[in-house]
């Protein structure tokens, strides 16, 4: 790759950042309006999300309702407003576990190799071996339904993929010059590891961190979808997606809006995780 | 992994399209949809209405309910006579056949009403335990000796469980192959049966009322899905479907192909209430409950108006239904005051609800709802449907929401299972009331239907009173059907009269 040493003016250049990086722009852009969105739900829901009006039954979207109401005459609008802020909070802390476990493991297993290296890569292939969804669904009627055992289960077998990633790349980079140079300056290994190797490998995890929150998202929504996530009369996408299925032929909005705020969030998870990649150099 | 369930996913639909696609069959044929499959045709080893919703259409009984659901008519018992003492029943049996050709005789009966008393398999030995000895005294005659008079006795011969099997055809063939194909004494015999997919059945041209039936046969074909069924209706691939969902009524009835049965039935939906569990052992508490919960939203929102309200175990319109009993009305108020004068603050209930049942979840959000309003947290525990049953029966829960549907036209079943003290705790309410227990055991035994009615009433006034559970709603079995389909009917206990329904 040549760099250019050319300068542009200002707006040439951000117009140019804008070109390449349009996929971080919109992502981000619609990120941000999702958290402002669930920071913000209890100035800008026109209605309490939870409360049931008799006489406002399964309604078509209107001026007063937006997104129409549902069967128990409650706003879709405020709900969906609501529900993001359970599905942002699902993405987030189903990631996040994940991510740090995962992350940790992997460290660990790629620097020092050998037995602790065999046991952990073995423990990853007997949880791989597992479809994922039926793995979660048996923890998860283990421990009872709820978010607190959805969050559990994601982190009890979602860790897997970052320890893979994040091992792999260690594994190269442990006998980098650099690598070797700080082994021989006598630094401990634990700076080493934390200070040396991870900060190098983990780029990877980085953006597959936005595509696992796509996975962690639609996972949370088919859970509670299943009734074992988030606990009615909660407002959350995938239960509402779930409450309006049997009128799906009579009464449209009572799923789509939510449906497609479940798409547009996982679409902006995505944007972002591509745009990301690239900064990062990193390719999938 | 996401692309993967997404196939899953997308070959499930094709699938389910498929099974409704092909569906066009000879005129004659009538196919009819419900939610799933039948599990055995061993009539002794099934309590689901779906199985026996079916039996009655491939097998006859001695004592059949008529098409109100209140009279008791006969069947393969052409007439009957009880001796005095209430205890020796002798039927003079029909000439009829079985589909194999061979004579029903009495000792079919025989045979299979000592079945069902007797056999490991059966699910409804107790009900016949009163049974002393049921002998065919010639081919014709069959003499049943009962251990004590029991008022209940003839309806109970009227249940599908107790249909009449062949001995011969059943020793034959051995119980499993007879659970498979059996042998029919009804108006239509099996002719394949696709496991998870559609039960097909052809006239049965040795039922000895042939000549009532005109259709060739039914396929009662299983699409799981509401949406799926009702959608197959309306294109012309089912003839007819059932478990039409409360939520879709009004739209059906405007299809100018399509007619929308709304059939009296003895369904009642009601919340159980533990009264094992620490608070709710008191009256008071109890009674907050029933004046805290707003039935008629509850119709309103969840039957879309098509149930009625309902005050008693006894389903309306049943025998010895007491019209009159207390119906508390929806005062959350009142409730309050009651919780206070039971010494009963911050209470919080732990709700059972079955996941993926659309009527108990919409009960479930609507009751925590109300609940809320009289200081009452109600927590949600949506289980699967296997597990909650397990956890109603072990005590795991405090309230939850069951219905029931009649299986004989006397109330003494339902009597004995919701209020009798019999085995299961009262259908796992757990509550006590001996005289209400004396008097379940005395009306069983009572043959004057006039004392016998007011032994009713006063059991009913009683349970009402000590809230024994909180009857919600009653709602009719609601079908729909093409509209060249005529004499499409359930009665009140569930029976189709397929023998009557005509194709054009």
Known sequence: ?284 | MLKKWMKIGLVSVMTSLSAGIGIAEAAGVLTIGRREDSSTFDPIKTAQNIDFWVFSNVYDVLVRVDKTGTRLEPGLAESWAVSDDGLTYTFKMRDAKFSDGSPITAEDAAFSLIRIRDNEGSLWSDSYKVIDTAEAADPKTLVIRLASPSAPFLSTLAMPGASIISKAGIESLGEETYAESPIASGAFVVKEWRRGDRVILEKNPNFWEADRVSLDGVEWISVPDDNTRMLNVQAGQLDAAIFVPFSRVEELKKDPNLTVHLDTSTREDHLLINHSHGDLGKKEAREALDYAIDKKAVVDTVTFGLGDVANSFVPKGALYYYADNLQRPYDPEKAKELLTVAGVSNLTLDYLVNAGNEVDEQIAVLLQQQLRKVGITVNLQKMDPSQTWDMLVAGDYDLSVMYWTNDILDPDQKTTFVVGHDANMNYMTRYENDRVKDLVAAARLEMDPAKREQMYIDIQKMAKDDVHWIDLYYSPYINVSRKNIENFYQNPLGRFFLEDTVKN
């Open chain 1, 1 to 284: 790759m040549s760099v250019s040493a050319t300068r542009f003016s200002v707006s040439t250049s951000l117009n140019r950042w804008f070109g390449q990086h349009l996929s971080l722009a919109i992502g981000a852009g619609m990120l941000a309006f999702f958290i402002i969105m669930a920071i913000a739900a209890p100035l800008i829901a026109p209605y309490d999300p939870v409360v049931q009006m008799a006489d406002a039954r399964l309604q078509p979207p209107s001026l007063s309702h937006p997104f129409g109401t549902d069967n128990f005459g409650r706003d879709i609008l405020s709900r969906v407003i609501w529900g993001t802020r359970i599905d942002l909070q699902i993405a987030f802390i189903g990631v996040v576990f994940p991510f740090i476990i995962g992350t940790m493991l992997g460290t660990i297993a790629g620097f020092f190799g050998g037995l602790v290296d065999t046991v952990f890569m073995r423990i990853v292939d007997i949880i791989l071996a597992f479809p994922f969804l039926v793995l979660m669904l048996s923890i998860i009627a283990i421990l009872g339904p709820g978010l607190t055992s959805f969050y559990i289960a994601m982190a009890l077998v979602g860790w897997v993929s970052y320890a893979r990633l994040v091992r792999a790349q260690i594994l190269v980079l442990k006998n980098s010059d650099y690598a070797v140079a700080a082994v021989s300056l006598g630094f401990s290994r634990m700076r080493i590891m934390f200070r040396h190797l991870l900060p190098n490998a983990i780029a990877g995890s980085l953006v597959f961190v936005m595509s696992d929150a796509v996975l962690v998202l639609l996972n949370g929504a088919a859970i509670s979808y299943l009734g074992l996530g988030v606990q009615p009369p909660a407002a959350e996408w995938g239960i509402m997606v779930a409450e309006g299925q049997p009128f799906v032929t009579t009464a449209w909005w009572i799923t789509f809006f939510p449906g497609l705020s479940i798409v547009f969030l996982a679409f902006a998870f995505s944007l972002l995780g591509d745009a990301l990649g690239d900064l990062l150099g990193v390719h999938e």
